[in-house]
């Protein structure tokens, strides 16, 4: 099993500043299969980022993804009230195909 | 804009069964696979099951391989999972969520609401 392990557990940022998540996989993902989420309470996850480094449909060019390898980065450039949230990375590959990171919450 | 709307949670006791359903719109269903990916109260996202667009080939996690059935109907657009001999650890929001291609979950470009089911006596 490919374990995805997020850091920081928690980021304390305010609207404007930068946020930069982590993505470690235990051995190595194709760039193909790396994904983000973002999810708000009571709300289903979001597709942020596929491919690594694809935003998805509707995405603003804050989020920005990049990495390869083992170790995979979500950057958002300049917070907004509304991203203030929990990000989660995804791999597909191995067995079993789909793991999920723990997730790292962002707050004010 | 796609639509899934799951359906079908609720309580029920350990050892017991229960049949979660998805009604997807505004997509052409038989073209992509589907998944479930559940989530325990106040935890993160798990992987339950993939189906391919035909229904001829599915996936499951080791927790559920065994005791819970993924299926699809797709003249009727809708997604399933049988759960049989439910534990308490299932206890969790099932989501349905649309895969971009018609045989691989490699990710999730649209999620259901989800449907929350509790195992308990």
């Known amino acids: 099993e490919i374990v995805l392990t997020q850091s920081p557990g928690t980021l304390s940022l305010s609207p404007g500043e930068r946020a930069t998540l982590s993505c470690r996989a235990s051995?190595?993902?194709?760039?193909?299969?790396l994904a983000w989420y973002q999810q708000k309470p009571g709300q289903a996850p979001r597709l942020l980022i596929y491919?690594?480094?694809s935003r998805a449909t509707g995405i603003p060019d804050r989020f920005s993804g990049s990495g390869s390898g083992t170790d995979f980065t979500l950057t958002i450039t300049r917070l907004e009230p509304e991203d203030f949230a929990v990000f989660y990375c995804?791999?597909?590959?191995?067995?079993?195909?789909?793991?999920f990171g723990g997730g790292t919450k962002v707050e004010i | 804009e796609v639509q899934l709307l799951e359906s079908g949670g609720g309580l029920v006791q350990p050892g017991g069964s229960l049949r979660l359903s998805c009604a997807a719109s505004?997509?052409?269903?038989?073209?992509?696979?589907m998944s479930w990916v559940r989530q325990a109260p106040g935890k993160g996202l798990e992987w339950v099951s993939t189906i391919n667009n035909s229904g001829g080939s599915t996936n499951y996690a080791d927790s559920v391989k065994g005791r819970f059935t993924v299926s699809r109907d797709n003249s009727k657009n809708t997604l399933y999972l049988q759960m049989n001999s439910l534990r308490a650890e299932d206890t969790a929001v099932y989501y349905c969520?649309?895969?971009?291609?018609?045989?691989?979950?490699?990710?999730?470009?649209?999620w259901g609401q989800g449907t929350l089911v509790t195992v308990s006596s």
């Open positions: 995804q791999q597909y590959g191995g067995s079993p195909p789909v793991t």
């Open positions: 505004r997509f052409t269903f038989n073209t992509y696979a």
């Open positions: 969520a649309k895969c971009p291609y018609s045989s691989s979950s490699v990710w999730f470009d649209a």
């Open positions: 051995q190595s993902v194709s760039s193909s299969y």
């Open positions: 491919g690594a480094s």
